[in-house]
């Protein structure tokens, strides 16, 4: 199970995202990242990449990966045993904390995080994500189902879109659309070479700057 915060559009009426800023889709509530993670936290599309980080890492397929709503970012993740035990990482919002575990693996090192507070959290909610409010990982799902050199597609019209939208080439409510629209136009492949994934990444990109030229 992959947490996600929902970013700073959870609850903004789905009438006003045409009218978001780049400054605002880069003010996250809870973590302190770049413009484009920023972004994609704001559509959801970074979980979707997680989702299919996750299917690559653990040898899963999609519909074992279950996506949460999670507004405190205190929970990072879970693991259902078949038992029926569920163990969760948790941690206060800081990229310190997997920074310094991806440099320290397999040891843990000081990372500077201030401990984690439950008395202080108080509480945990969590919900099911609003694909009207976040087409964007709905399309990440379906790559992830297609697979082949569809989650390269998806990763590379997104990056274009992402660009172009804090560029103020685009709106936000736009980013969905342009995805879409190469996902749909492109067709999936099994790859049987590096050569392959460079070719849907290129067309991808050329694909997505064509669409956006077009509004």
């Not at 809870?30 to 690559?56: H, P, R």
């Amino acid at each position: 199970m992959l947490t996600a915060s929902g970013g700073p559009f959870r609850n903004t009426p789905i009438t006003e995202l045409a009218k978001v800023t780049p400054e605002q889709a880069c003010a996250h509530p809870n973590w302190s990242m770049g413009q484009k993670i920023s972004v994609d936290s704001a559509t959801m599309l970074n979980k979707g990449l997680e989702l299919i980080e996750a299917c690559w890492l653990f040898n899963t397929r999609p519909q074992q990966v279950q996506v949460v709503i999670h507004p405190q970012s205190v929970i990072h993740s879970m693991v259902e045993y078949i038992d029926g035990s569920v163990l969760a990482q948790l941690g206060n919002p800081d990229m310190r904390t997997p920074i310094a575990h991806a440099l320290a693996w397999p040891e843990r090192i000081e990372s500077g995080v201030s401990s984690l507070d439950l008395i202080a959290t108080a509480r945990l909610d969590f919900s099911a994500p609003d694909y009207e409010r976040f087409p964007c990982l709905r399309l990440a799902q379906q790559a992830a189902e297609a697979s082949g050199t569809a989650p390269a597609i998806l990763n590379a019209a997104n990056e274009i879109a992402v660009a172009a939208f804090l560029a103020r080439s685009i709106r936000f409510d736009q980013i969905a659309p342009v995805i879409d629209h190469v996902l749909s136009h492109l067709a999936s492949c099994e790859p049987n070479s590096l050569a392959q994934i460079q070719s849907a990444d290129a067309e991808a990109r050329a694909m997505a700057q064509q669409q956006i030229a077009r509004w």
